[in-house]
């Protein structure tokens, strides 16, 4: 399975993207999901992560402007980012946990990343 995240681009402070991290192939669920981000010259952070619970984290910095979720009806998942600002620039990398419809239990798979530029 190959994880395709896609969504991003440029976009004014303030404004918002929505970035998509979808399955290549028909999986049965995902279970974890995570968004990571690399701004130019930095380390990969964590931005957010969902469990197959439902449960939640957030890093400090989009905190109150970013949610995550999960479709497995679509075997999709999502990043909404409101509130942009120039800091939120970077490319931003999905990694998710699931089960393919075959049973085989994928971990720690990472899609190719998605760049979002915050600019006026």
């Known amino acids: 399975v190959q994880l395709q995240a896609s969504g991003g681009g440029l976009v004014q402070p303030g404004g918002s993207l929505r970035l998509s991290c979808a399955a290549s192939?028909?999986?049965?669920?995902?279970?974890?999901m995570g968004w990571y981000r690399q701004a130019p010259g930095k380390q990969r952070e964590l931005v957010a992560t969902?469990?197959?619970?439902?449960?939640?984290n957030f890093g400090d910095s989009v905190k109150g402007r970013f949610t995550i979720s999960i479709d497995n009806a679509k075997n999709t998942g999502y990043l909404q980012m409101n509130s942009l600002n120039a800091e939120d620039t970077g490319v931003y990398y999905c990694?998710?946990?699931?089960?393919?419809?075959?049973?085989?239990?994928?971990?720690?798979?990472w899609g190719q990343g998605t760049l979002v530029t915050v600019s006026s």
């Open positions: 990694n998710a946990d699931g089960i393919m419809k075959n049973g085989y239990q994928f971990r720690g798979y």
């Open positions: 192939e028909n999986i049965w669920s995902f279970n974890n």
């Open positions: 969902i469990t197959s619970s439902g449960t939640t």
